[in-house]
């Protein structure tokens, strides 16, 4: 009776150890495929590509007009000058 007591209670500390080694399994695999999209955002961040949350495509967007606007001014000031020159007496 006692040996069978003792192999019942072996196999319910088997099947516990089982069943935590499976959670301990899909716990490492959870933070496993959380790292690894955090390592994919920080990667995209750090390449400058654009990615969800990032300013960097209206950044750059808003760069290039001031850049536009900078060189409309140069060339109306160039245009002004040239106008002043031919309307001189």
């Not at 500390?13 to 301990?24: D, P, S, T, V, Y």
């Not at 999209?37 to 950044?59: D, K």
């Amino acid at each position: 009776g006692t040996v069978i007591l003792e192999l019942s209670k072996e196999k319910a500390g088997e099947r516990l150890l089982e069943r935590q080694a499976a959670q301990f399994g899909a716990a490492v695999q959870k933070v496993e495929a959380e790292l690894s999209a955090q390592i994919r955002y920080l990667t995209q961040g750090a390449t400058g590509q654009p990615h969800e949350g990032s300013s960097y495509a209206a950044r750059k967007g808003c760069q290039m007009a001031l850049n536009r606007l900078d060189y409309a001014r140069r060339r109306l000031g160039e245009l002004a000058r040239a106008c002043e020159v031919m309307l001189e007496p």
